[in-house]
């Protein structure tokens, strides 16, 4: 007994000196400065969101549009969908806002639905909002030849 | 009881023997100061925060949804109370809420919705008497703080600008029309016009 308590210290001691030295391993510089793993530094600030911004243009055709608008109380349960209010296609133009494609009306087999089909219901799996920040690191995203439109301005 | 009022009007209208006329006016007038200030402040607490959330219905539910909301946590700091929505200002339209939450009264002393599935159930029923309400008053309370005359359009978005300067400028529609659901949750919007 004695001697098993003594074999899993010894192993949980040495456990703790060796795993020391790697936790603050280089990391990205972007993300986080070189070798700091184990250091604290202050949370990055959190960005206000944009309250009614232009169109960010879309990175390559298949993206999902972000959302140029915050969406803060915005209700998007069961109950609600505060998205559809002005998204809808026949609420849309009154609204001033884009219609949905007519691939939201269409459910997993093809067939035309006509409300919103439920896969789509909830808008911000795919569709989300903007905050100004800067991307910590660089993207070289291509598609089809073309360099990815960098997001942040 | 006829007699009996018969000889309270005969005391009420001889004069005092015993007590002088300074004294019962004076009398009277703290008096009154005391009545009408604590009637008042009575009113006044029954308007407070503190006060409607002393119901754990009213703490665990509207006011647990209300605190994610713009309308209590905000840039500015400035925030809405309970009452600010939903007790008109003016003292006879209060008075006359004032009464009408008697009911409020009945429906707490027999828990119609102490619990979350009761509130659920009863959200429609509350959320469409609030509306009926605000709909009835052309938004009143909304109005106490959001004044439409003082609204800058130039800094409003392009579709506020364009509905505010159109259905709310003319009359055809009233705040709670278009801005339903900012306080509280929602409750299921089937057939609820414009959702």
Redesign the interface.
């Known amino acids: 007994m004695k001697a098993a308590v003594a074999i899993l210290l010894g192993l949980m001691l040495a456990a703790a000196a060796g795993a020391s030295p790697n936790l603050s391993a280089p990391a990205p510089d972007g993300l986080r400065p070189g070798g700091s793993l184990a250091d604290s530094h202050p949370a990055p600030v959190i960005a206000p969101p944009e309250?009614?911004a232009h169109p960010t243009p879309r990175a390559h055709p298949y993206l999902p549009p972000v959302v140029p608008?915050h969406v803060?109380?915005h209700?998007l349960?069961?109950?609600?969908?505060?998205c559809?209010?002005?998204h809808d296609v026949g609420?849309a133009e009154a609204?001033?806002?884009p219609p949905m494609t007519p691939t939201h009306y269409r459910d997993r087999e093809g067939k035309e639905t006509e409300r919103i089909a439920g896969g789509r219901y909830f808008c911000l799996q795919c569709h989300v909002a903007q905050q100004q920040v800067r991307s910590p690191v660089g993207n070289d995203f291509f598609y089809q030849g073309r360099r990815h439109a960098p997001l942040d301005r | 009881m006829r007699r009996w009022i018969v000889e309270f009007w005969r005391t009420l209208s001889r004069p005092s023997q015993h007590f002088s006329l300074g004294f019962l006016a004076l009398g009277g007038f703290v008096a009154g100061i005391l009545f009408w200030g604590g009637f008042n402040t009575a009113m006044e607490f029954t308007n407070t925060e503190t006060f409607c959330i002393a119901c754990h219905e009213m703490e665990a539910n509207p006011y647990a949804e209300l605190k994610?909301?713009?309308h209590y946590t905000n840039r500015s700091g400035v925030r809405a109370t309970c009452s600010d929505c939903h007790v008109p200002q003016d003292w006879t339209r209060k008075v006359a809420r004032k009464m009408e939450a008697s009911k409020e009264v009945w429906g707490w002393v027999f828990g119609t919705i102490n619990t979350p599935e009761k509130y659920e159930a009863k959200?429609r029923e509350l959320a469409e008497r609030e509306w009926a309400r605000l709909r009835a008053n052309d938004s009143l309370e909304c109005r106490n703080c959001h004044t439409f005359e003082y609204m800058d359009f130039t800094v409003q978005?392009?579709?506020a600008r364009?509905?505010h300067a159109t259905a709310l400028a003319d009359g055809d529609a009233t705040c709670i029309d278009c801005h339903k659901?900012?306080a509280h949750?929602?409750?299921?919007?089937t057939d609820v016009p414009?959702?």
């Open positions: 309250r009614d608008h803060r109380d209700q349960d069961l109950n609600a969908n505060r559809l209010s002005c609420r609204m001033l806002a | 994610p909301t713009i959200r978005t392009a579709r364009q509905l659901g900012i949750r929602l409750p299921d919007m414009g959702w």
